[in-house]
């Protein structure tokens, strides 16, 4: 496995995702951010952010598996998220949760939750991106 991932010592143990990811691999894969969209284009859970961020994981992981990867192979994940607040991180903790039951992992590489005020047409609530490593 190209990726090892850890929670450094002197650090907060974080639930759903490591601090750290080290890479040993030698092809970069970058997944564009993947929206709710399904592959005819049609936006899923409409105005439900657990839907959508399931969706959007999903997305990712269609991507990584056209690249010969999975989400083991994940260093790091973006997720931006419209109108963050933190009383919506239980929606985006079930959506990942359910996202995991479907793919049957744990996508936990360390992560960067960004709030925007608006991403590319006005049914979309999140949007993710990853960046992975393959041997």
Not at 7 to 25: F, H, K, M, T
Not at 51 to 60: D, I, K
Not at 100 to 116: E, K, S
Request: proline share 6%; glycine share 8%.
């Amino acid at each position: 496995m190209a990726i090892t991932l850890l929670n450094p010592g002197g650090l907060p143990e974080i639930d759903v995702y490591r601090q750290v990811s080290i890479a040993s691999g030698t092809k970069l894969v970058f997944v564009a951010g993947q929206v709710a969209w399904d592959a005819e284009g049609r936006t899923i859970g409409e105005g439900d952010l657990a839907a959508q961020v399931e969706q959007c994981y999903v997305n990712v992981a269609t991507a990584l598996a056209e690249a010969g990867g999975s989400f083991d192979d994940v260093a790091k994940l973006n997720l931006h998220v419209v109108d963050w607040t933190p009383d919506k991180m239980p929606l985006l903790l079930e959506g990942m949760a359910r996202a995991a039951a479907r793919l049957g992992v744990t996508p936990v590489p360390p992560a960067t939750l960004l709030g925007v005020a608006a991403l590319d047409v006005p049914e979309h609530l999140v949007e993710i991106e990853a960046t992975a490593v393959l041997d």
